[in-house]
């Protein structure tokens, strides 16, 4: 198993370096790219990772493969790579630090502008939470932790912000299971995300982001 994690974390730093090397104008719309055994060679790797690297990026679109020709950069108007494909091959830590900013400008704003209808599902999951955490379900308490501040990016009436925060958040729970081999930091916290749900239903924007700020300081959770 641990050798398959290696094997995609060396395809994924690839395809950034062929990214990267697109967007600084190295390859050019319609330009070949240099067959695998250079490609090899140059970042350090063997044939599979090459293969998996070039296949990720054909399948967002930014490389075409012509079976027999080779490998192509495609149009530039197609060189743009969809965000979910990005998140899907970004590290972990930077997608955790893009969902901590996103926690904090949606405790604001649904402060300011969130319905009665968003207290009752924001508690709801909260509830949810906290007897997860006391029964010890890790999974069921992720899910519920994720759900909870769902419901506040909903609350904030602002639609790019809840897309962004679901995007992050739904790579991020097989990290959470790595991370927290127990229930325990999700009962810690319980007192503050009840503090945010207060600072919420009161209206009180500063307050609902400087709490968010505490609970990212309390290991993410």
């Not at 055994?37 to 967002?60: H, Q, Y």
């Not at 704003?109 to 009665?116: C, G, L, S």
């Not at 945010?196 to 990212?216: F, G, H």
Request: charged share 30%; hydrophobic share 40%.
């Amino acid at each position: 198993m641990n050798n398959t994690i290696i094997k995609k974390s060396l395809a994924d730093e690839v395809a950034s370096r062929i990214m990267e090397q697109i967007s600084l104008g190295h390859y050019k719309a319609d330009e070949k790219l240099p067959i695998e055994p250079e490609l090899m060679k140059s970042f350090g790797v063997g044939r599979s990772t090459i293969r998996e690297a070039i296949k990720s990026l054909a399948n967002s679109g930014l490389l075409r493969v012509q079976q027999g020709v080779g490998t192509f950069v495609e149009q530039a108007s197609q060189n743009r790579e969809p965000m979910e494909q990005r998140m899907k091959r970004a590290r972990i830590q930077d997608l955790d630090e893009v969902r901590q900013l996103l926690e904090l400008k949606i405790a604001e704003k649904a402060a300011a502008n969130r319905t009665e209808k968003d207290i009752v599902t924001i508690k709801s999951y909260l509830t949810a939470r906290k007897q997860a955490a006391l029964d010890g379900l890790i999974n069921e308490c992720i899910d519920a932790d994720i759900n909870f501040h769902i419901a506040i990016a909903e609350a904030s009436k602002n639609e790019i912000l809840v897309d962004l925060y679901k995007a992050t958040a739904v790579h991020l729970k097989k990290w959470f299971l790595s991370i927290y081999p127990d229930t325990e930091i999700f009962i810690k916290t319980y007192s503050l995300h009840k503090q945010l749900l207060k600072c919420i239903i009161e209206k009180d924007p500063k307050k609902a982001w400087n709490t968010s700020v505490e609970i990212i300081g309390h290991g993410h959770q």
